[in-house]
């Protein structure tokens, strides 16, 4: 987590003219195609694939190294998102344009682009406002959030006539706390987000491995957000839950390492900073992990105790659906109208 990001910001830094700050603001994808074999030398490289008016899009690739140093096929693949700041206003402002040469090169900058232009199209639609009608995409999302409501009904009424392979969602977080300290500071002096991840990373570890009770395996970061930087001497809360679970597996894809009909788990955490003087807190990150359990047959299904928590899930499950471009969620064996 710490060398992509460290890297990314390297790369970022040569993209642009003069000295701006430069802030990581989004980690769209980091996947893992296969299983390293890590007595393998590594090798880490990316490039900038897309640039907008004040963002860029980093690809970065990490490769074993063969005989006579030949490079094998990239088993790890991420994608982060910088934007270049004014020091002194902290506004955005504008950077270098970026001009793709090749076909692969046109082909990953339209791909950024459509990402980007999707992102700033989920932020107006999929939302709730009072007193506006809401869109398709929302009230699809309401329906399975009711439907989830609807199967943990045992759970939270009649505990002991439940499915004994479920769970609520309340039940399945962790936490820690720690202070921002001075050694992980950046460039400008402020924490290090790849820290910030590394700490995410380990307690999602911690918990997957608690819920599914073997060892798990990291197949996929997704949709790091990066909403306010940390500084030195905050005093932040990682906060970590099962966002949902697929006891008989699903299928992210081809692109990524053999996963089909093993569990897996997906976890979500928070990342908050914590002013016990203000009795006030402030959300810094969200993070989204995906694990593998190799060995298990299955694992417990996660459900929601509340509307938030259940459209939460559901928010989460179609990110997820969309990233891997078909259905993958909770319902994965058949769509959500044929249980109406």
């Keep these: 987590m710490e060398d992509l990001d460290a890297l990314a910001g390297n790369i970022s830094f040569r993209h642009v003219v003069g000295n701006p700050m430069l802030v990581t603001a989004a980690v769209d994808r980091i996947a893992l195609r296969q299983i390293p074999v890590m007595c393998k030398n590594q090798r880490l490289s990316g490039q900038v694939t897309w640039v907008g008016t004040s963002s860029m899009e ?114 399945t977080m962790m936490q820690n706390t720690l202070i921002a300290q001075p050694q992980v500071r950046n460039l400008n002096d402020r924490i290090f987000g790849g820290f910030l ?45 099962v966002i949902y679970s697929l006891p008989e597996g699903g299928d992210l894809g081809p692109g990524l390492a053999p996963h089909r009909g093993k569990p897996l788990i997906m976890i979500e955490v928070l990342c908050t900073i914590l002013i016990p003087e203000e009795v006030k807190a402030h959300v810094t990150n969200r993070f989204y992990f995906t694990f593998l359990l190799p060995k298990k047959e299955s694992c417990r299904m996660v459900l929601p105790g509340t509307l938030e928590e259940a459209r939460g899930m559901v928010a989460r499950m179609v990110a997820d659906e969309e990233q891997a471009g078909f259905q993958k969620g909770y319902l994965c064996r058949q769509s959500f109208e044929d249980n109406q």
């Excluded at 700041?85 to 082909?107: G, H, M, Q």
């Excluded at 199209?121 to 999302?141: D, H, L, Y």
């Excluded at 995410?200 to 990066?226: K, S």
Aim: charge should be negative; aromatic fraction near 8%; hydrophobic fraction near 40%.
């Design 58 to 171: 980093i690809r970065m690739q990490i490769c074993e190294l063969g005989e006579n140093e030949q490079v094998d096929d990239p088993w790890l693949e991420a994608y982060f998102t910088f934007v270049a700041v004014d020091p002194d206003t902290n506004k955005p402002i504008k950077i270098c344009p970026l001009i793709p040469e090749s076909s692969e090169e046109r082909a990953l900058f339209e791909l950024g682009s459509l990402k980007a232009a999707k992102k700033k199209q989920n932020r107006k639609q999929n939302s709730i406002i009072a007193g506006e009608r809401m869109s398709e995409e929302v009230v699809a999302q309401e329906k399975r959030a009711e439907k989830l409501l609807q199967d943990a009904f045992p759970l939270l009424r009649l505990p002991s006539l439940a499915d004994p392979n479920s769970i609520l969602m309340s039940h």
């Design 197 to 241: 991840m590394r700490r995410a990373f380990e307690l999602a570890f911690a918990n997957a491995y608690t819920f599914g009770g073997e060892w798990p395996q990291m197949l996929e970061v997704d949709n790091i957000t990066f909403h306010r930087p940390v500084d030195v001497g905050n005093l932040l809360q990682f906060q970590s839950r």
